[in-house]
């Protein structure tokens, strides 16, 4: 079996157009593993295979490759910068040890790489920053640099000087042994010379490097006092003092080059083996209990020995069938295994493995923990199931995912096409946790719903090209909640007599605003058996129910609390099912005295936009209900930040090219809910009231 210390995990994540895709074709192509690298703009790149991702340029789903560098085994999944597609970059960064930050040296920390960032620091992965693009126009290393620790508020550790700005940039200078690599103009990785530091850059070499000795020495007191004394520690020393503080997130190696013309790849290829984490350095895995999901105070230890424990952190519906792709924490597994899934408690036969190139695929008879491969036909897995041995039952930590912000209707053009796209939409759905389906009881519309626009633009077309399912698509739905804005007390009974035993309930109850972002809670304070405690939860169930269903347009209830305080029962005909009844009632009773009220999604909307056009800019987010919250001016133009209401951001990356001649960028997630304006809140409701009565 292999050596894990020889393992690295990787993940290569950044903002939308920074040049992941590139970085990990020039990975594929040093490390042996193809020998024409493809262009994304070209639509030939070898991780962007789905015929959507080749036209337009993005990365839309994560895909893995394995390749060697230096005798070690590296596993890269190229993530999408998309801020639809976050979901893909979170699962990722869920099951690697270590990843590389990109981010375009003219563009710097832009809001998409904030996004992943800070999912990074919440899985706690460790770490290299890459600044890519420095042959462009406006390209500035010390900049990002800046921006890395102000916007991101990170620790980047400068490991190499760029030689040459924009057109002129032809290498970089390594800090640590003080060796300019010189890559010729051919644009081949291996056509580079290592020569000594240039002349004018010998002081800012110095300082860089002493900056470099003095951070990494923090990580060893022994090294630090010999530091102090005068000693120069050495190279080894140095090296292993960055990889303990890159491991514990205490700074960021930091590296410059070009990907598209391939200089510098192989320092960052060589930062990889030498400072990013293997599977073992990692901190475990915790387990969980199934039930209530709280840790155990267990963890899934890296290793051989310990018992089968894997997490399932994608599905792919591909020409073959459907794949699973699983990270292996501790253990091995073999060709004809049993394996239990933990979620569903059923047993499995694992048949075919395999390792991941891209959309190829090597045939494995084996894999042990480190590995990162996919299972071919396995039945009920999802996305966050735990796989492990029968005999050592456990849950690994589970995946959550954001709720869908948008909707749209969609009816297949013919009647042939219902079934299809009833199957289709079910693989789909098993690949991509963010996207949800129901279906509309009363219309029988299928509603799909999603992360953004594109997102659902992407799985219309995936829906006509994969799966030849022609359809008619409605207009966008946001989704719209409702809440109240003052307490009431109330009292309702619910009584009737039809001969045998009747049906009784009392309960007296308040209902109040609760927490923003709380949901629904319930709480008890019944004294002295006037509603006895068996009946508690089906009280609390009769208001929970009605909750999906709010009294204003049907909008889902969030943030109320109700409290039962006091009641009757009768002894004969009190029943669990007559306080259920009784407090669905008692909601339809109550809730409209409670001031109910509309909220819509706010999005946070960040904005990039030449100087010219800022005013324009501002003064369309305003048109829009939006709140401007800060304006950054930077080399090549202004970001501008605001929250803006979800229903006013249709269509506007269309109106923002307009307005800046096609220079303008944005992108929004979602931030919280807040109250509708009066007169937008009429509105809906009149729209929704209209729709209901054509049904």
């Not at 262009?39 to 394995?66: K, L, P, Y």
């Not at 029968?390 to 009816?411: D, G, N, Q, Y």
């Not at 693989?427 to 009881?441: C, G, I, L, R």
């Not at 999005?603 to 950054?632: A, S, Y």
């Amino acid at each position: 079996m292999a050596d894990l210390s020889k393992y690295r995990n990787i993940g290569i994540f950044a903002h939308v157009d920074a040049g992941k895709t590139t970085t990990t074709e020039r990975i594929l192509k040093l490390t042996g593993k193809i020998h024409k690298t493809g262009e994304v703009h070209d639509g030939e790149s070898t991780t962007d295979f789905m015929e959507q991702e080749a036209e337009r340029g993005i990365t839309i789903q994560s895909a893995a490759v394995t390749c060697e560098w230096n005798g070690h085994r590296l596993n890269v999944i190229d993530t999408p910068g998309h801020v639809d597609f976050t979901v893909e970059v979170y699962r990722s960064l869920k099951v690697l040890d270590g990843g590389i930050g990109v981010f375009c040296g003219s563009g710097g920390v832009e809001p998409q790489s904030e996004t992943n960032w800070r999912y990074a620091n919440d899985s706690e992965v460790a770490r290299l920053i890459f600044v890519n693009k420095l042959d462009r126009m406006g390209a500035d290393f010390f900049n990002v640099v800046d921006q890395v620790k102000n916007v991101l508020g990170a620790n980047p550790l400068v490991m190499t000087l760029p030689i040459g700005r924009e057109d002129d940039f032809i290498g970089v200078v390594d800090v640590l042994s003080r060796k300019a690599f010189v890559w010729d103009d051919t644009g081949l990785p291996e056509n580079y010379e290592i020569k000594d530091v240039p002349e004018d850059m010998v002081d800012e070499v110095e300082q860089y490097r002493e900056e470099l000795v003095e951070t990494a020495v923090e990580q060893d007191d022994d090294l630090m006092e010999a530091y102090m004394e005068g000693e120069e520690p050495s190279i080894e020393d140095l090296k292993r003092c960055i990889r303990k503080g890159t491991r514990d997130l205490a700074f960021f190696p930091t590296y410059c080059g070009s990907a598209f013309k391939n200089k510098g790849m192989q320092l960052i290829l060589d930062a990889v083996v030498d400072y990013l984490p293997a599977p073992a350095e990692v901190d475990p895995q915790p387990l969980t209990d199934p039930e209530t999901g709280e840790p155990t105070g267990e963890v899934a230890t890296v290793s051989v020995d310990e018992p089968l424990r894997a997490l399932a952190f994608k599905i792919m519906d591909d020409r073959f069938g459907a794949l699973t792709f699983i990270r292996i924490y501790s253990g091995r597994m073999k060709k004809g295994d049993t394996i239990l899934n933990s979620a569903t408690g059923k047993t499995e036969r694992i048949g075919r493995m395999c390792e991941m190139q891209a959309d190829e695929r090597n045939e494995l008879t084996e894999a042990q923990a480190g590995d990162i491969i996919a299972i071919v036909g396995m039945k009920n897995v999802q996305t966050g199931h735990t796989l492990c041995d029968p005999k050592h039952e456990c849950t690994l930590e589970a995946m959550i995912f954001p709720e869908p912000v948008i909707s749209i209707a969609v009816a297949p053009k013919d009647k042939g096409s219902t079934e299809k796209m009833g199957i289709a939409i079910g693989k789909m759905v098993a690949e991509d946790p963010s996207f949800q389906v129901e279906t509309d009881e009363d219309s029988g519309e299928t509603i799909l719903k999603g992360m953004g626009e594109l997102h659902l633009d992407i799985k219309v077309d995936i829906l006509k090209r994969t799966y030849g399912v022609e359809l008619e698509v409605g207009a966008p739905q946001v989704a719209y909640r409702e809440t109240i804005t003052q307490p009431v007390e109330d009292s309702y009974t619910h009584k009737k007599q039809s001969g045998g035993s009747g049906q009784f309930a009392k309960i007296d109850y308040r209902i109040k605003p609760g927490e923003p972002n709380s949901g629904y809670t319930f709480k008890s304070s019944v004294v002295g058996g006037n509603v006895p405690k068996e009946f508690w939860p089906a009280v609390e169930k009769g208001f929970g129910s009605m909750m999906e269903t709010g009294v204003l347009a049907g909008f889902p209830t969030l943030d109320v609390e109700v409290e039962l305080f006091d009641g009757g029962f009768h002894a004969v005909d009190s029943s669990a099912i007559a306080y259920e009844i009784a407090a669905k009632g008692a909601f339809r009773q109550s809730m409209p005295k409670a001031g109910a009220q509309l909220l819509e999604p706010i999005m946070k909307v960040d904005v990039f936009t030449p100087e010219d056009n800022v005013g324009d800019v501002i003064g369309d987010l305003n048109r829009r209900r939006g709140m401007i919250k800060d304006q950054q001016a930077g080399a090549t133009g202004v970001r501008i930040k605001a929250d803006v209401p979800l229903s006013e951001m249709f269509g506007y990356i269309g109106h923002l090219r307009t307005i800046t001649s096609g220079r303008g960028q944005f992108s929004m997630e979602f931030a919280h809910y807040a109250p509708c304006p009066a007169n937008v809140a009429e509105q809906v409701i009149a729209e929704v009231k209209e729709r209901n009565a054509k049904k």
